[in-house]
Each structure stands twice: as structure tokens, then as C-alpha cells.
């Protein structure tokens, strides 16, 4: 795996990390785009592991409509690129292994993108930390050989992938690790409602603005580098 370093930002008074971190070292085809005629998108969304000991006996509860605004929000954003003829969404309220793998192999579109949104605290709960895996699969058999003459492993070949985290911080003074934690949820989890929103609109932009320009990238044929499996590495 190729980490190309980490770009740091600020937008208002939060820290975005942005990678993007190449997990995939090569430009995406430029034939492959030109091919591409109709796209799926599979959004899944992790609140998960939002939940913790740490408010296990409290009140508190999180709900997948804190997300549903701004994953809207996200659609909109990725429709934007029109080179990949969007045709149809469909919302995940978890990581389902075979539900994301059925739907790859199911599609009738001749590419599926699909993004995955992950949410969890810091350890001393001052930051929300978001993560999305992206990764563009090939479904038209002229497609699936481009990305197989890239990328041979695994059962699912990819056109393209890449991680995007971003870094939302506690808004008020810092006190203790069980106070902190609970003060993300008053006034109906306001802070973490602003935290998921704002985390989406971040890196919803850093998708589109790196799909849309594709960075130069080392061949891994001449550099030896090997992408790993862009879905079973999700596990």
C-alpha cells in the first residue's frame, strides 16, 4: 500500500485531514472513461462505532437521520461528474459484505461506485473522525479487462479507489474523557449532528475534485507497487 501523504487544511474552525491517500498507485484509464455509459452508486454509512462504553448507560442514541441530509447533499455533489452517467442510488445503513458484493455482481449499470462512510471518536474524544473508502467497479466486460490489465487480484477489479479522512474538533474546553463524550450529545446531539454534516460536505468535495482530475501516479508495472483487494480490505 502507497500512502502519498496527507494534506492539511483548515476550514472554519475544524481540522480537515484530507489524504488522499493512493491506495491505488496508477491513473485511472482514460479510455475506461470514455466507455463508461451508465453508473450505480452504493453509499454505505457507519454510526456504529459512534456508540461506546463510554455512553452505553447514558440516554443518548444515534439515529441514521442525523446523516440522511447530508448524504443527499453528497448525490448531488457526485452527479457532477458526468463522465459517469449516474443512474441510480441506493443507501446502506451499514457495511453488509454480501449485500455491497451482490449488488457488484447484480448491477445492470456498466460501472458501480462505491462509497463507504465511516464515523468514530478520537480516544480522548475531542475530534470526530470520518473515513471514506471510494472505489469505481467495472461491470461491462470491455471495462473489466482495462482494470484487469492493471489490477489482476481478487474477485472484484477496480478502475479506481482512494481513502479521504477528515477531522472534526470538540468545539468546547476540554474537561474529561467521560464529560467530553457526553457533551457531544446534548441539546439532541447538536455538536455530533454538526460534525456528521459537516464531514460529509468535506470530503464529498474531495471526491468529486479528485475523480474529476485524475493525479499522475507511478505504474505499478514498473514499480513493482500492488493495489490491495478494494473490497475485502474493507472487512
Not at 19 to 37: K, N, V, W
Not at 192 to 202: E, S
Request: glycine share 4%; aromatic share 10%.
Amino acid at each position: 500500500m502507497i500512502l502519498l501523504g496527507c494534506l492539511v487544511s483548515a476550514i472554519s474552525a475544524c481540522t480537515v485531514v484530507s489524504s488522499p491517500q493512493a491506495l491505488l498507485p496508477f491513473d485511472m484509464d482514460e479510455e475506461a472513461r470514455r466507455q463508461i455509459s451508465s453508473t450505480r452508486v452504493l453509499i454505505s454509512t457507519n454510526l456504529d462505532a459512534l456508540e461506546n462504553e463510554k455512553l452505553a448507560d447514558s440516554d443518548y442514541w444515534l439515529d441514521t437521520d442525523y446523516i440522511d441530509q447530508p448524504l443527499s447533499g453528497l448525490e448531488a455533489d457526485i452527479k457532477r461528474l458526468k463522465w459517469l452517467h449516474i443512474k441510480k442510488t441506493l443507501k446502506l445503513n451499514a457495511f453488509l459484505y454480501e449485500k455491497i458484493a451482490a449488488e457488484i455482481a447484480g448491477t445492470q449499470e456498466e460501472a458501480l461506485l462505491f462509497i463507504d462512510m465511516r464515523y468514530r471518536m478520537s480516544p480522548d474524544y475531542t475530534a470526530l473522525l470520518a473515513t471514506s473508502h471510494v472505489s469505481l467497479f467495472p461491470r461491462k466486460k470491455d471495462l473489466i479487462t482495462i482494470a484487469d490489465a492493471q489490477y489482476q487480484d481478487g474477485k472484484f477489479p477496480v478502475l479506481y479507489r482512494n481513502q479521504f479522512n477528515y477531522e472534526y474538533r470538540y468545539e468546547g474546553g476540554y474537561q474529561d474523557e467521560q464529560s467530553t463524550a457526553l457533551a457531544w450529545f446534548d441539546n439532541d446531539a447538536a455538536m455530533v449532528k454538526k460534525a456528521l454534516g459537516a464531514a460529509v460536505k468535506a470530503i464529498s468535495a474531495m471526491v468529486v475534485r479528485d475523480m474529476a482530475v485524475i493525479p499522475t501516479r507511478p505504474d505499478p508495472k514498473r514499480s513493482g507497487n500492488r493495489a490491495p483487494n478494494s473490497l475485502y480490505d474493507y472487512k
